[in-house]
Antibody
Framework: EVQLVESGGGLVQPGGSLRLSCAAS????????MSWVRQAPGKGLECVAG????????YYVDPVKGRFTISRDNAKNSLYLQMNSLSAEDTAVYYC???????????WGQGTLVSVSS | DIVMTQTPLSLSVTPGQPASISCKSS???????????LYWYLQKPGQSPQLLIY???SRFSGVPDRFSGSGSGTDFTLKISRVEAEDVGVYYC????????FGQGTKVEIK
């Protein structure tokens, strides 16, 4: 059974940093693109970053470029999102999602909440 | 960047009646490989999003056949032939040809 379990969310002050993790199981993690999708309270979905199978290709949405870094450790079946210089606009539930081809997010985690507030 | 525009933004449907959601992209979603990377997701209340339709018209595993997708190029439609109570939630279209962009979402409720 495919499982994606996010962790690392919490309350952080503006300007602070946080590192999210996504533990994958039930499939060969190293064979798939992976992505992070966020949802601000009461808002829609936004795909903020993606990474290819070996970590050599990455993409970011404009609002997070230069502040967020996506990475993965295939030996640990884990996906990460390092978030720096956080602002209130980054407050959201962050989901990791498996991406077999061009945005086909076929499995999602349960999400982890990031709250940026003083 | 590709902009995805959904209409309507909300829909109230009587059980057993059909429903339709439109999604328009600012650029063609037809890839050079011949596939069109347009998806439909449903986020039920309190849950993570789930994949319904991939590549315009293919139903994902376990998705009931009352859900169907159609369209090409920049214009796409999700249809529910007979809405059931379990179909409530927010429906999103998403493009995957250049980065990943979601539409604003369409909230479907039962009358």
């Amino acid at each position: 059974e495919v499982q994606l379990v996010e962790s690392g969310g919490g309350l952080v002050q503006p300007g602070g940093s946080l590192r999210l993790s996504c533990a994958a199981s039930g499939f060969t993690f190293s064979n798939y693109w992976m992505s992070w999708v966020r949802q601000a309270p009461g808002k829609g979905l936004e795909c903020v970053a993606g990474i290819n199978q070996d970590g050599s290709q990455k993409y970011y949405v404009d609002p997070v470029k230069g502040r967020f870094t996506i990475s993965r450790d295939n030996a640990k079946n884990s996906l990460y999102l390092q978030m720096n210089s956080l602002s209130a606009e980054d407050t959201a539930v962050y989901y990791c999602a498996r991406d077999p081809t061009f945005g086909r997010f076929d499995f999602w985690g349960q999400g982890t909440l990031v709250s940026v507030s003083s | 960047d590709i902009v995805m525009t959904q209409t309507p933004l909300s829909l109230s449907v009587t059980p057993g009646q059909p429903a339709s959601i439109s999604c328009k992209s600012s650029q063609s979603l037809l890839h050079s490989d011949g596939k069109t990377y347009l998806y439909w997701y449903l986020q039920k209340p309190g849950q993570s999003p789930q994949l319904l339709i991939y590549e315009v018209s293919s139903r994902f595993s376990g998705v009931p056949d009352r859900f169907s997708g159609s369209g090409s190029g920049t214009d796409f439609t999700l249809k529910i032939s007979r809405v059931e109570a379990e179909d409530v939630g927010v429906y999103y279209c998403m493009q995957g040809i250049h980065l990943r962009t979601f539409g604003q979402g369409t909230k479907v409720e039962i009358k």
